[in-house]
C-alpha cells in the first residue's frame, strides 16, 4: 500500500525537527553565544533608533556609539556588581553558620527526617570542597570564555547587518518576493527590540522598587539580590516565582524571628505581582503575542536544550520561531497555535502609525 502524501509530509517533519533539536543541542556553546550576541545587537539597534528618533539634538552618527555604550556599560555595571557582592557573601558565611544550622534543624523536625540533625559543616563535607572548587573555577573560565565569544559575535554583527540589505537584494530577485523577505525581518526586528525594551524597562521598576523594600527591611547585600531579580525577570513566568524564593529564603537565614521574613516575601511578591500581571502585559501589547501555556512550554524545552541561556531567551526566540512559520501555508497552523489572539503576524503599518501617534 502506497504511503500517502500526507504521511510522507509528517514523517518528513518529525525527522527535520530531530535533526535540529540535536544539532540545537550539540552546538548549544556556540549557538548560544552568537543568540546573545543577536539579542545584544537587537538592543543596541533599538536604542540608537529610538535616540535618534526621540532626542534631536544628538547627531545620527552618534547614536549608535551613545547606544552601544550605554548597553555595555550596563552589563559591565550588572556583572561588576554580582561578581563584588558574591565575594561578600561568601566572606560572611561563617558569620551565618550559626543561623543555617538552626534552619537546617527546623526543616530536619519539620520533614521527619531519620538520622541525626545536618549541619553547615557536614553539607560542606559531602560536597567535596576540592571537586565544587574545581567546578566553579571551570564555571567561572566557561562563562569568560563565552562573554569573549559573544563580544566577538557581536563586533562582526555590525558590519553583517549593514550589508544585508544587498544580500536580500541578489537572493530574491524578484520584487515581491524581496518585499515579503524584507518584511518578515522587519516584523521579527520589531517585536524582539519591543519585547527586549519593554522587559529591560519593566525590570529596572522591579528592580528599584524591590531594592527600596528591602533596604526598608533591612536585608543585607540588598543590591546583589536585586541585581539577581533584574535577571530573573527575564525568564518569563518562572523567574518571578525564583525571585520570590529566593530573597525570602535569604531573609530566613538573616533574621531570627518572622516578621522580616514575612516583610521580605509580601514586598518582593506585590511588586512581581502587581507590575507582571497589569503593567507589563499592557506594555508588551503584540511584541510577545504568545499562548500563556506556549511560554510555559518554549521554556521548559529552550530551557532543556541550551540551558540558563535558553530559559532567558525562550520567549523572544519563539516569538521569532512564530512569525517565521507564519509566511508559509504549510506551516500557518503551527502558528496560530503558538499565537495567544490567533494573529501571529502583527500589522506592522498599524503599529507604527499609533506609536507615530503617541510621539
Known amino acids: 500500500m502506497a504511503i500517502s502524501e500526507t504521511s510522507q509530509r509528517g514523517a518528513l517533519w518529525i525527522i527535520a525537527a530531530g535533526v535540529i533539536a540535536v544539532g540545537l543541542y550539540y552546538l548549544r556553546d556556540p549557538l548560544t553565544q552568537f543568540a546573545m550576541a543577536l539579542f545584544l545587537w537587537l538592543a543596541i539597534d533599538g536604542l540608537a533608533n529610538t535616540l535618534d528618533k526621540r532626542i534631536p539634538f544628538i547627531p545620527k552618527l552618534l547614536a549608535l556609539p551613545i547606544a552601544l555604550v550605554l ?33 537546617l534543624a527546623q526543616l530536619h523536625q519539620a520533614v521527619g527526617a531519620p538520622g541525626g540533625i545536618p549541619t553547615v ?48 537584494n541578489r537572493i ?24 527586549l525594551w519593554v522587559q529591560t524597562m519593566m525590570s529596572l521598576v522591579i528592580t528599584t522598587l524591590t531594592y527600596i523594600t528591602l533596604i526598608v527591611i533591612g536585608l543585607e547585600n540588598a543590591l546583589f539580590w536585586s541585581f539577581l531579580i533584574f535577571f530573573l525577570n527575564y525568564i518569563p513566568t518562572i523567574g518571578s ?46 511584541s510577545l503575542n504568545l499562548s500563556a501555556v506556549v511560554v510555559l512550554l518554549a521554556l521548559a524545552i529552550w530551557g532543556l536544550v ?27 497552523w503551527i502558528a496560530i497555535l503558538l499565537s495567544a489572539d490567533g494573529k501571529p503576524t502583527p500589522d506592522l503599518a498599524r503599529r507604527s502609525k499609533s506609536e507615530s501617534g503617541s510621539n
Open 71 to 103: 548597553v555595555l556599560g550596563l552589563v559591565a555595571l550588572i556583572g561588576y556588581v554580582v561578581v563584588d557582592n558574591i565575594a561578600e557573601i561568601l566572606g560572611d558565611l561563617t558569620r551565618y553558620e550559626f543561623r543555617l544550622n538552626q534552619v
Open 121 to 168: 559543616r557536614d553539607l560542606i563535607a559531602q560536597l567535596e570542597p576540592g571537586r565544587l572548587a574545581g567546578e566553579v573555577g571551570e564555571s567561572i573560565q566557561n562563562a569568560a570564555s563565552a562573554t569573549i565569544f559573544t563580544l566577538i559575535f557581536l563586533a562582526f554583527l555590525f558590519p553583517a547587518a549593514s550589508q544585508m540589505k544587498g544580500k536580500l
Open 172 to 195: 530574491f530577485i524578484g520584487k515581491g518576493q524581496r518585499e515579503a523577505a524584507r518584511d518578515v525581518l522587519e516584523r521579527i526586528r520589531v517585536s524582539i527590540e519591543r519585547y
Open 241 to 286: 516565582i525564583f525571585a520570590v524564593v529566593l530573597t525570602t529564603a535569604v531573609a530566613l537565614v538573616q533574621f531570627p524571628t518572622l516578621g522580616p521574613v514575612i516583610g521580605v516575601f509580601a514586598g518582593v511578591s506585590v511588586w512581581q505581582f502587581v507590575i507582571g500581571n497589569f503593567i507589563q502585559p499592557r506594555m508588551t501589547g503584540e
Open 306 to 332: 541550551w540551558g540558563i541561556v535558553g530559559a532567558f531567551l525562550a520567549a523572544p526566540l519563539t516569538v521569532m520561531l512564530m512569525i517565521v512559520l507564519a509566511q508559509f501555508q504549510s506551516t500557518r
